[in-house]
């Protein structure tokens, strides 16, 4: 995309941190994945270095304190993407917990083919709750229609056409909960453990959007006492370090992960909702263009 768009970009495998902000040195502009955090430290060491615009590729921006960067001087913003990648495995995710795909599968893995004891569920007898009706779960609620549930939606700035109540109310009426809003101080531990416990006995909950929307050890108390029929997780609270990385013959830092694992109603992915070559040429063409707008004066510090 880089030749189309006349840009001759420094492309440096390793994520940004202090050790690798030299790179950019002479760039007024930097494009970065979401994969790590970005500090404060790195942040100036940016602005020294003379940046002042930072690109990241992903919807959010809870990884970078945008608030301390703009006190150095430097512009973040967030691109956007097909919604359809992360619309897909959502549904996708709903799909394979209402039938518990993960036990089928290990069992069949096994050559058990027993049916086992637990019935699926079909989505048209359920209803399904959309927390965050952005773009992606506006992409959420136009693929759920298609399979005859009832649906509810919850946002503060309704956009669409779908039934919209209150928090509470989505709640105690979802037989399934799947989380689109952004993670911000005001969303975080959206649900807690008294919002868990106002939602319907056996409800599943669906995240592809950040993992700190969900209180983990609410969650895992929820599975635990049979409160929650399920949950299907493509992000998790201090994922930061352990998804992308490869820990088969190692042991996993993160207690909560591996109690979630244990579980057998459980779903887990590595924040990968997002990762098709449709979304990922958006987010890299997307990036780009942000950064020329910025340099031909249509954005400004």
């Known amino acids: 995309m880089a030749p189309r768009l006349g840009v001759v970009p420094t492309i440096i495998e390793a994520p ?42 992903s919807v959010g921006d809870n990884h970078i304190d945008v608030g301390y960067a703009q006190r150095v001087g430097i512009v973040v913003e967030t691109v956007a993407y097909s919604p359809d990648s992360v619309a897909d495995y959502t549904l996708m995710l709903t799909l394979m917990a209402l039938r518990h795909a993960r036990s089928v599968i290990r069992r069949a893995d096994a050559h058990d083919y027993s049916l086992g004891g637990t019935r699926g569920r079909e989505l048209r007898d359920l209803t399904v709750g959309v927390v965050g009706t952005g773009r992606i779960g506006a ?8 399979f005859g549930c009832r649906v509810l939606a919850c946002d503060p ?31 975080h531990h959206l649900l807690d453990r008294r919002r868990i416990e106002r939602m319907r ?44 990385a490869d820990w088969s013959d190692r042991p996993i830092p993160s207690e909560a992960l591996l109690r979630l694992h244990e579980l057998p109603n459980v779903l887990i992915s590595p924040h990968v909702a997002y990762y098709t070559d449709h979304a990922l040429r958006d987010t890299v063409e997307a990036s780009l263009a942000g950064c020329l707008a910025f340099e031909g004066g249509a954005r400004h510090a």
Do not use: M, W
């Open 157 to 187: 700035r309704p956009t669409t056409c779908a039934d919209y109540v209150t928090l509470d109310a989505l709640l105690e009426q979802s037989d399934v909960v799947t989380l689109h809003t952004p993670l911000t101080a005001a969303t």
């Open 16 to 57: 940004l941190s202090e050790a690798t902000v030299g790179f950019a040195a002479g760039n007024r502009c930097v494009s970065i994945g979401h994969k790590t955090r970005v500090g404060d430290r790195t942040l100036l060491a940016l602005s020294e270095a003379g940046v002042r615009y930072v690109s990241t590729r």
């Open 139 to 146: 992409a959420v609620l136009d693929r759920l229609r298609g």
């Open 201 to 244: 006995p056996g409800a599943v909950i669906v995240n592809t959007g950040r993992g700190g929307l969900l209180e983990t050890e609410a969650l895992i108390f929820g599975l635990e006492s049979g409160r929650l029929g399920g949950a299907a997780l493509d992000v998790v609270e201090g994922e930061e370090g352990v998804f992308y």
